[in-house]
């Protein structure tokens, strides 16, 4: 073997394992958890048990004003997974049953999963999926596991971690169904109106692997736009329940990732689709429906318990997680190397009759990435963020649009004629039915039940001095210029982003 020879083996060898090594690197773990307000400790909440997700803070960032577009699961997870409002990419409610709401196929241009296979990803799934078509959202790897059992859904994608066979590095989506809604009511409770157990066992039972963690009703805390009585208490309590459970799966998670030496080579983001499922929380457009945990630990920046105060949007997430794998073309602010959807669904038998795109090609996002704040927390992000919210269920036509910045919030109810409609869970809810049973007068947090369900065309408040949202401004006299300064803003901002729903300010 000549030397010329072995030194060509030795660097092809050098390069072949230096390019194995670097594989291994900038894995991403991203879980979402299902309405869940930021009701962690890491965010000042004295009843949360969080004690993994407050140690990732300790060792990451807190954002401190993260929001959800839409506080509806389907419609809001379609945003997380395509950096687009779900006015425009077309998942404008459940996708589920009979309500049947699915994304443009073209979206599979932009979608998380497609995106960062086409980065060198290998992307995984587990948990909730909520979102249409699977064409467009395809992951490589579907796993399996109780979304109510955190802690078994992590050893349940143990393997899809830890794999050694596959050079590349990983992303996996771990949805939790905790803390929705669900599993029936709690029939030992003394109360008339029975709580909701929000996935928890009856009778304090407990998943395999889970310490549960029990509340007394009297030890947890009322959010303002509750009402504060027995019956919110002790959904309360089921709810943060719910939320311990989560907290222990993270644990898991982390644990599996350093046993593996993989968690310094591994971001975390932890966020939910939305804020708690009550009134006055989910389904609106309220701090309590839009804002969100946003708790990330990069391993490859030094800061390290940090918080930051920018405005960040659920449309930022795929394009942050796309610039971390190396895949954002910061001039399109779409992918590097996008999918070329006309070739990819000229081959397959799906979608060839469909409007695949709305009448306009997916080439860039409406978010932007906010990597630059992990490195420097001082930075800002947005100036003003969106909402744009259509559909829950499909009976639940509301649209509602908002623009918010760090001085005012202005709340456009479109069909603002229409009684508030409910989502069936929230209706049933023993903390709104108690209320409710009073009447119209009677109170619900900020405003009273009759408020609630007739909301006025437009909703201002000054969410600098009044971040509770309880005065709105829209009818003062002495705000009227903010209110047409505020409404030119959001106008601007639908038409930026290719609301449809832009034409109701002419035609109705």
């Not at 969080?50 to 807190?62: H, N, Q, Y």
């Not at 998380?112 to 995984?124: K, N, S």
């Not at 509340?215 to 027995?230: E, G, H, I, M």
């Not at 839009?290 to 795929?318: C, F, K, Q």
């Amino acid at each position: 073997m000549t030397t010329l020879f072995r030194q060509v083996l030795y660097c092809v060898a050098f390069v072949f394992v230096g390019s194995v090594v670097s594989a291994a690197e900038r894995n991403i773990l991203f879980i979402i958890t299902d309405d869940e307000s930021p009701t962690l400790g890491c965010y000042g909440d004295t009843a949360a048990a969080t004690p993994a997700i407050d140690a990732i803070a300790a060792d990451g960032m807190v954002f401190r004003n993260a929001f959800a577009t839409t506080a509806s699961c389907s419609a809001s997870r379609s945003v997380v997974m395509s950096g687009l409002h779900n006015h425009r990419n077309g998942q404008f409610g459940h996708q589920h049953h009979y309500h049947k709401f699915a994304a443009f196929h073209d979206v599979a241009r932009l979608a998380m999963p497609r995106v960062l296979d086409r980065a060198g990803y290998r992307t995984g799934h587990i948990g909730k999926y909520h979102v249409a078509p699977e064409s467009v959202f395809h992951f490589e790897t579907y796993m399996k596991g109780d979304g109510r059992n955190a802690v078994q859904m992590a050893e349940n994608v143990r393997e899809f971690m830890t794999d050694e066979s596959d050079s590349r590095p990983f992303m996996l989506y771990f949805g939790t169904s905790d803390p929705h809604r669900g599993g029936g009511n709690d029939k030992t409770s003394k109360s008339e109106l029975k709580p909701n157990l929000f996935g928890n066992k009856p009778k304090r039972g407990s998943f395999p692997g889970v310490e549960e963690v029990f509340y007394d009703p009297a030890d947890v805390v009322v959010p303002s736009f509750l009402p504060d009585t027995q019956e919110t208490r002790e959904e309360l309590a089921n709810y943060y329940q719910s939320i311990a459970r989560v907290d222990q799966g993270v644990a898991r998670l982390v644990q599996i990732l350093k046993e593996a030496d993989l968690y310094d080579k591994t971001m975390i983001v932890f966020t939910s689709d939305h804020g708690m499922a009550f009134a006055g929380g989910k389904t609106t457009v309220y701090e309590g429906g839009l804002r969100v945990p946003m708790v990330v630990r990069d391993p490859y920046v030094e800061n390290r318990g940090v918080e930051s105060d920018a405005l960040i949007s659920h449309i930022d997430i795929t394009p942050t997680l796309l610039d971390f794998a190396g895949g954002l073309d910061p001039e399109t602010n779409g992918p590097k190397n996008p999918l070329n959807v006309k070739k990819f669904w000229a081959e397959r038998e799906e979608a060839q009759m469909d409007n695949r795109d709305g009448g306009k090609p997916f080439d860039s996002y409406h978010g932007k990435s906010w990597l630059h704040c992990l490195a420097q927390p001082a930075e800002s992000h947005h100036d003003e963020i969106f909402a744009s919210h259509t559909f829950h269920e499909i009976q639940m036509y509301y649209p509602m649009r908002v623009i918010r910045d760090d001085k005012y919030k202005l709340i456009w109810n479109i069909a603002y004629p229409l009684p508030y409609p409910f989502a069936s869970d929230l209706w049933s809810a023993s903390s709104w039915q108690a209320q409710l049973a009073k009447g119209n007068d009677a109170p619900y947090g900020n405003m009273t039940v009759g408020q609630y369900v007739q909301r006025p065309q437009f909703e201002l408040f000054d969410i600098a001095a009044d971040p509770l949202e309880t005065t709105n401004l829209a009818d003062s006299q002495g705000h009227q210029d903010v209110l047409e300064t505020y409404k030119a803003k959001l106008k601007a901002m639908q038409k930026e982003m290719d609301d449809p729903w832009i034409m109701k300010w002419d035609y109705e």
